[in-house]
């Protein structure tokens, strides 16, 4: 069940890709001998829900071909396997994503929490009366339940937002975390498991996503970076969603994120009765969108793709 758990970013509805009467068949396999039912009660008590959206409304996209099916089932496979075998070699392995942007400034913040007082917000969220988003790149370390949080200080002139979250930040918020917690949690470890989305700062498209991981992680830290990306559309299923980000959006509910502190406080807040703790950095630095990867960063990539999916399953290696 470890890799098999997707979830909701702001809130505590999980799921799993395993049926009650497959789960039920896994256990009679270690001599546990239960049945879909009970299998379905225990996962009940533990938070987990049939419940979730459905998507109905067409759209004009193509439907998902059967060969389209299973090449997104052996993607989930695989990056089990993978962050598996990382594990068994005490090596680490993270999850990594950026979670929904939050708009500095009185603003309601949906939930309810135990005050003497209301707090009294804006009528309207525009971003007109905001002084800047807060941009949150998380890294979750799978092993030992630990998180990590750069907070992009997105400031605003007129309506304009100046910075993006861009492959420049993702890297270098992963580089953050890896002075600040990584180096000395995994002393002479020179590989690294990056579990991320297929789109966004972190998508397997982006050309400058690679080019910043040779450049930041692989050259200066002499690392052997794998990552392994999400199939499209299931970015749910990544772990840091529900073991990190919606742990930080039920620490502040009900409060206003009135300045990028209240942001930074309640994010190092964060903690969970099974262990999760979480360091967090404020980030001044504003990045540039729209940077392209010059011809010779790309001949300078020294990756390796993987023969499942080699388009989402890669190695970059120092120069």
Same mark, same amino acid.
């Given at each position: 069940?470890?890799?098999?758990?997707?979830?909701?970013?702001?809130?505590?509805?999980?799921?799993?890709?395993?049926?009650?009467?497959?789960?039920?068949?896994?256990?009679?396999?270690? /001599?546990?001998?239960?049945?879909?039912?009970?299998?379905?009660?225990?996962?009940?008590?533990?938070?987990?829900?049939?419940?979730?959206?459905?998507?109905?409304?067409?759209?004009?996209?193509?439907?998902?071909?059967?060969?389209?099916?299973?090449?997104?089932?052996?993607?989930?496979?695989?990056?089990?396997?993978?962050?598996?075998?990382?594990?068994?070699?005490?090596?680490?392995?993270?999850?990594?994503?950026?979670?929904?942007?939050?708009?500095?400034?009185?603003?309601?913040?949906?939930?309810?929490?135990?005050?003497?007082?209301?707090?009294?917000?804006? /009528?309207? /969220?525009?971003?007109?009366?905001?002084?800047?988003?807060?941009?949150?790149?998380?890294?979750?370390?799978?092993?030992?339940?630990?998180?990590?949080?750069?907070?992009?200080?997105?400031?605003?002139?007129?309506?304009?937002?100046?910075?993006?979250?861009?492959?420049?930040?993702?890297?270098?918020?992963?580089?953050?975390?890896?002075?600040?917690?990584?180096?000395?949690?995994?002393?002479?470890?020179?590989?690294?498991?990056?579990?991320?989305?297929?789109?966004?700062?972190?998508?397997?498209?982006?050309?400058?996503?690679?080019?910043?991981?040779?450049?930041?992680?692989?050259?200066?830290?002499?690392?052997?970076?794998?990552?392994?990306?999400?199939?499209?559309?299931?970015?749910?299923?990544?772990?840091?969603?529900?073991?990190?980000?919606?742990?930080?959006?039920?620490?502040?509910?009900?409060?206003?994120?009135?300045?990028?502190?209240?942001?930074?406080?309640?994010?190092?807040?964060?903690?969970?009765?099974?262990?999760?703790?979480?360091?967090?950095?404020?980030?001044?630095?504003?990045?540039?969108?729209?940077?392209?990867?010059?011809?010779?960063?790309?001949?300078?990539?020294?990756?390796?793709?993987?023969?499942?999916?080699?388009?989402?399953?890669?190695?970059?290696?120092?120069?």
């Amino acid at each position: 069940m470890k890799y098999e758990i997707a979830g909701d970013p702001m809130s505590d509805l999980k799921w799993t890709r395993k049926t009650t009467a497959k789960i039920a068949d896994e256990l009679a396999l270690i /001599d546990i001998f239960v049945s879909k039912t009970t299998v379905g009660k225990i996962l009940k008590s533990l938070n987990f829900s049939l419940k979730t959206n459905i998507k109905s409304i067409s759209n004009g996209g193509k439907p998902i071909t059967k060969e389209k099916r299973e090449k997104r089932n052996n993607q989930f496979n695989y990056i089990n396997e993978m962050l598996s075998k990382f594990s068994k070699m005490r090596t680490p392995a993270i999850s990594v994503d950026t979670k929904k942007k939050e708009p500095i400034g009185n603003f309601k913040n949906n939930g309810t929490r135990y005050k003497r007082g209301v707090d009294l917000t804006n /009528d309207h /969220d525009f971003l007109t009366y905001a002084s800047g988003i807060a941009a949150l790149y998380g890294i979750l370390d799978y092993d030992k339940n630990k998180g990590f949080v750069s907070i992009g200080k997105f400031l605003k002139k007129g309506n304009k937002i100046l910075s993006g979250d861009t492959p420049e930040f993702a890297v270098e918020s992963i580089e953050r975390w890896w002075t600040s917690d990584g180096i000395e949690a995994y002393q002479n470890k020179n590989d690294l498991l990056i579990v991320a989305d297929g789109g966004g700062s972190n998508g397997h498209r982006p050309h400058m996503w690679k080019v910043k991981l040779q450049e930041v992680l692989c050259n200066k830290y002499k690392l052997n970076v794998t990552v392994c990306h999400y199939p499209p559309g299931a970015s749910k299923w990544n772990p840091i969603e529900h073991r990190l980000f919606s742990e930080i959006s039920k620490n502040w509910r009900g409060t206003p994120l009135i300045d990028y502190e209240t942001v930074l406080k309640y994010t190092m807040r964060t903690k969970t009765t099974t262990g999760l703790k979480v360091n967090a950095i404020l980030v001044e630095k504003q990045y540039e969108k729209g940077l392209k990867a010059s011809k010779t960063d790309l001949e300078n990539l020294n990756i390796e793709r993987h023969e499942i999916n080699p388009s989402w399953n890669y190695t970059l290696r120092p120069n």
